[in-house]
């Protein structure tokens, strides 16, 4: 058999969850000393993917090669023993412990029973110091940036020989002077023959690193080819037009009014966490206002802090043309907003509690006189459920026992015992099934005909695209730009021109 | 339409409590000669008032998976205190009034410190255990205050016809609390802020809030409870109180109430608090060694927790 001329083949993977095929089939073929990207939009199954490399999911279906050998079944730990380090987009070091520990953490070198702290830090050390990086082994890892542990990371990935490390955006959290320093030890580490696989969103970033490109769309593979052939526009064209059906694009009828709610100038500075800066946008009654960007972008960490969840620094913001301020989510609520989270499970529903608990807690003071009046709460819901068709045996069910759809359902009542002016929406069909997908959909038109105006953060561009009247692109905690119906550029394509721009710091 | 599932962990969940309280309440009447008369049922409910009033408050803060593990020493501290403006001053109102305030204000330094300073409850109410036991010492010199009124030791020797008066004052305090817990909004907002406390805040609750005024109310119930301790034991004893809060968490653990908060009852906590009443009553009456029942109620306890863990899972599993 002749000897592979990839150092990692991934051939016909096939990954399903419950309800997605997340991956469809998708080949990968990484050379060794080389800058492999993979491209694609949010969910298009990159991550699933580099998970199945090490180890993390096994592929229902497909096999894969390394060094031309086929692997069966492995773990994490087998991936690591056989050469392949992976760097995950959220770091977990262990901060109080020094360098030398989190690169040894688990593998520690040992002397008998006991650890050899000795030989670990003087390797550390030598390590540290082939690498150039400034840092020493004996230092908490608390006291390096973000940027500090990436290229930890790298060094660790390093200390195992790995010939294929895998890094899952590793730029969506750092500067970019350190975007350089990783840069450069990504160049070295490629012409030392090891092979990178790099997930990035960013087209400058792609254009610069990348000696082979693949692109994953949907779970599916779309193509590969060498770096070379391909520039932005080319690269966009096929990353975007996933095909998604059951959108009920928003009736174009609906009268869109004054302004409603405006937003000037809002910053949030690094000590409220520095998510997003100079957001300026104006919402009007009947107008559902999408809010398009790559997973990071800020967009939720924006609708956050003007629900009252997370603070802003600086900027103002007007309800129907009067400036409020918002320090709480009580605030927000008694002024008109409401928010409908993202993870309906963290932020939407008590899970062990009832439909009928749910949809009351909200607007708790409407239902009480004195004492609650469990009755008038009863009929509420059972409006809520008929109006919103929510598929329950009784109110006494609790929330948790229910499919995802009914869940936001009974999210979306809890907000409309109450007068809501603004209702933002994040990832509304997020892990719904279709049907009643579009059935909250012909809610948005709805709720946006009765006069409210609506935010809407989405990932899926064809659902931004269908219920949207205007598209608001964030990258980066920045807007990237506003795109009306009427305009050429709402598009696929358009959006995702402007959310992987680039930002210039 | 999603199918209702019921399953061994659910039901145990609503009935398994009360079961067991009939099977080792007619187990008792059987085997245990002296068990079952007026005069020893009154005697075990008299025995538990103290502790199930503290019990109901503990289920509030444990719904709210907090935890107040001070009991013992607030108990002394606010009934030596009360107990001496009584002798003082022979004021029964004087004195309940003190020890109300002076719970409040145990309740209001505790929930300040947990909500303000990101304290953990355990951490804060193991210091006021310490500090708490302390300042009944000082408050009292270290003696026994003595001489208390005629009203003041009604509250916890006192019968109304039948009734002890300490048992009418719990069944009192058992209704308030009730209706604080099932039919205003703050009720549901400890379970809501027990359950999942960012889905709260994010309703427009402030958890924060919740578990401060929680406290508060906690405190309150520590107030009377040191009224009916103290008056049953005739005097301020700035010893009295010793491991009570191991009896008030016991009683709301066996009741059904989850440590990892958001469920619970306080007919639950009345029902685990009979249950581990009965268990200690039947044990005196067949003469078990008292560190024998000791080492019993640590077995309750755990096993009460097991139980919990298991029917959760259960739960789960359905979902």
């Known amino acids: 058999m002749e000897k592979s001329q990839y150092v990692l083949e991934m051939k016909n993977i096939v990954k399903v969850f419950p309800g997605v095929r997340a991956l469809d089939g998708v080949d990968l073929k990484v050379r060794p000393g080389s800058v492999h990207v993979i491209c694609g939009e949010n969910g298009a199954g990159k991550s699933t993917l580099m998970k199945i490399i090490n180890g993390t999911y096994v592929a229902d279906e497909g096999e894969m090669f390394f060094n031309g050998k086929k692997i069966g079944s492995h773990t994490v730990q087998d991936t690591l023993n056989m050469g392949i380090a992976m760097i995950y987009q959220e770091l977990n070091p262990v901060l109080e412990m020094t360098v030398a520990e989190n690169i040894w953490l688990g593998r520690e070198p040992k002397r008998g029973k006991f650890v050899d702290y000795k030989k670990m830090y003087r390797d550390t050390q030598t390590l540290l110091d082939k690498l150039q990086l400034p840092y020493k082994a004996n230092q908490k890892m608390y006291e390096l940036s973000i940027a500090g542990h990436q290229l930890i990371e790298i060094a660790k990935a390093i200390s195992v020989n790995a010939s294929v490390i895998i890094m899952d955006e590793p730029s969506s959290a750092i500067g970019n002077e350190e975007i350089e320093v990783l840069f450069k030890q990504i160049f070295s580490l490629r012409d030392e023959g090891t092979a990178i696989i790099y997930i990035t969103h960013k087209m400058d970033e792609i254009f610069r690193i990348a000696d082979d490109i693949t692109i994953i769309r949907d779970g599916k593979l779309v193509e590969e080819g060498p770096a070379h052939c391909y520039d932005p526009e080319k690269l966009i064209s096929r990353m975007v037009g996933r095909e998604i059906s059951n959108i009920f694009p928003k009736d174009s009828t609906v009268p869109i009014k004054d302004v409603i709610f405006e937003v000037k100038n809002l910053t949030q500075e690094k000590c409220d966490g520095g998510r997003f800066r100079d957001i300026s946008f104006q919402l009007h009654a009947g107008e559902i206002l999408g809010f398009a960007g790559l997973v990071g972008a800020g967009r939720s960490e924006l609708m956050r802090a003007i629900f009252g969840l997370d603070k802003y620094s600086s900027g103002s913001v007007y309800i129907e043309g009067k400036e409020v301020r918002i320090k709480n989510t009580r605030d927000a609520i008694n002024k008109g907003i409401a928010m409908v989270n993202e993870d309906r499970r963290t932020y939407g529903l008590i899970l062990e509690r009832s439909i009928h608990d749910n949809i009351s807690l909200v607007n708790m003071k409407k239902y009480t006189k004195g004492l609650i009046n469990d009755k008038k709460i009863s009929k509420d819901t059972e409006d809520m459920v008929r109006l919103l068709q929510i598929k329950i045996a009784d109110e006494n069910v609790e929330a948790g026992t229910l499919s995802g759809g009914n869940q936001q359902k009974v999210v979306l009542a809890k907000w409309l015992t109450g007068d809501v002016k603004i209702l933002i929406l994040d990832e509304p069909t997020r892990g719904i099934d279709v049907g009643a997908k579009s059935e909250i959909h012909k809610l948005m038109t709805e709720f946006a005909r009765q006069g409210m105006g609506i935010i809407m953060i989405s990932s899926e561009l064809p659902e931004v695209l269908g219920m949207s009247d205007r598209v608001i692109v964030m990258q980066e905690g920045i807007i990237q730009g506003i795109i009306s119906r009427d305009e050429a550029q709402m598009t696929q394509e358009g959006i995702m021109k402007l959310a992987t721009r680039g930002v210039k710091r | ?319």
């Open chain 2, 1 to 319: 339409m999603e199918k209702k599932k019921i399953n061994i962990g659910q039901f145990y969940g609503k009935y398994g409590i009360f079961i067991i309280l009939a099977v080792i309440f007619v187990v008792s009447s059987v085997a245990v000669s002296g068990f079952l008369s007026m005069y020893n049922i009154m005697n075990i409910l008299l025995a538990i008032a103290c502790t199930t009033t503290l019990a109901l408050g503990a289920t509030f803060i444990i719904i709210l998976g907090n935890i107040n593990i001070a009991y013992g020493s607030e108990l002394a501290f606010v009934g030596c205190i009360s107990c001496i403006v009584n002798v003082k001053t022979g004021s029964l109102l004087l004195s309940v009034a003190v020890a109300i305030i002076m719970g409040l204000a145990l309740g209001a330094l505790t929930g300040f410190v947990i909500t303000k300073f990101s304290v953990p409850a355990f951490i804060m109410t193991l210091a006021l255990t310490e500090a708490a036991r302390g300042g009944a010492v000082l408050v009292t010199d270290g003696n026994t205050i003595s001489n208390l009124t005629k009203s003041y030791t009604f509250m916890g020797q006192g019968y109304v016809g039948p009734i002890p008066m300490a048992i009418i004052i719990l069944a009192a305090a058992f209704v308030i609390m009730w209706i604080i817990l099932n039919k205003t909004p703050f009720g549901r907002y400890i379970y809501a802020v027990g359950g999942n406390s960012k889905a709260a805040e994010a309703s427009g609750i402030k958890p924060a809030r919740i578990i401060f005024i929680a406290y508060l109310i906690d405190g309150v119930l520590v107030g009377v409870a040191s009224l009916l301790l103290m008056a049953r034991l005739n005097s301020g004893v700035p010893g009295a109180g010793l491991t009570y809060e191991m009896d008030a968490i016991t009683a709301v653990i066996v009741g059904g109430t989850s440590m990892s908060g958001g469920s619970g009852t306080l007919f639950g906590t009345i029902v685990g608090a009979v249950i581990v009443g009965i268990i200690n009553n039947v044990q005196t009456l067949i003469g078990v060694d008292s560190n024998v029942q000791r080492v019993v109620k640590g077995c309750i306890i755990v096993l009460a927790v097991i139980i919990d863990v298991i029917s959760k899972k259960s739960m789960k599993k359905s979902r």
